[in-house]
């Protein structure tokens, strides 16, 4: 078995093509988090780029893509379950009967100040979406730099 490595630059041009990312945010992270990118898009996970942003009480919020919505089956009033992986800088949300998160109008969903404390995502900042079978992976740019 072969296994390809690929330059950092080499990562950012076949990133910036499929995902549709622009270069220079791409050109800004670790060679890791790109070779991570590049490994669930070989998976055949969906990855997306989305806006957080802050709602009230200073809570963060961010509205779920519509592909994440189809393809999850997603409805007004859904429920998630909520992991923190604090050592890998991400929010795991697992779709359940009853949870801590609800899926709002129009996809929003809002996360409480106790989350938003632990600064994981950071307010008025994109972040990298992961669709991994039912599990939705939330990571800020700011930690992928």
């Known amino acids: 078995m072969t296994v390809i490595t690929y ?8 990133l910036s093509k499929s995902l549709n990312w622009s270069f220079s945010s ?3 992270f670790k060679e890791e988090e790109l070779h991570r990118i590049h490994t669930n898009l070989l998976d055949g996970n969906v990855i997306k ?23 999850l089956g997603l409805t007004y009033g859904d429920w998630f379950h909520v992991r923190v992986n604090v050592d890998n ?10 949870g801590h998160l609800k899926l709002g ?19 008025k900042d994109d972040a ?3 669709l991994d079978g039912e599990r939705i992976i939330l990571k800020s740019f700011v930690h992928m730099q």
Do not use: C, D, W
């Open 7 to 14: 330059t950092k630059n080499e990562l950012i041009h076949k």
């Open 89 to 98: 800088n991400e929010i795991v949300l697992i779709k359940s009967k009853r």
């Open 128 to 130: 990298m979406l992961i």
């Open 49 to 71: 780029k989305v806006k957080v942003s802050v709602g009230l009480n200073y809570a963060m919020k961010f509205k779920m893509p519509k592909q994440i919505i189809e393809e």
């Open 105 to 123: 109008k129009q996809g929003i969903i809002n996360f409480p100040l106790i989350i938003s404390a632990k600064q994981l995502l950071k307010p």
């Open 26 to 28: 791409l050109s800004s």
